[in-house]
């Protein structure tokens, strides 16, 4: 991810085509400790004021959850590299792990970019 392109000592902060709950997660997979999210906000404040923008921000962070339940991650810090596949890579492979009832659960699928 582009975190390490700082050697940690900087948080990485993500701005620009930040569309949807998906660009949010593949961000934070990759390492970003903020992600800004400008236009949406805009053209929900145009279209419909401070009720739009509250609208906006509930519907990106459903996005978000749906997209991160998707890939097998119940937290933000539990999302990483490996939810992310990248053009030209193969899918990763994640963890599968035994459930409560004695199945198996697949930890998901990556979010492609």
Partial sequence: GFGGGVGGRLPVLFDGGVRRGTDVLKALALGAAFVFVGRPV???LAAG????VDKMLA???TELTTSMALVGAASVAELG???VQLPGEAPPRLPVHAS???GYVG?????KL
Wanted: glycine share 24%.
């Fill in 59 to 61: 519907m990106l962070e």
């Fill in 107 to 111: 930890g998901g699928l990556a979010a």
């Fill in 49 to 52: 004021g401070e009720a739009g």
């Fill in 42 to 44: 805009v053209y929900a």
């Fill in 100 to 102: 409560a009832s004695g």
């Fill in 81 to 83: 590299r490996h939810h």
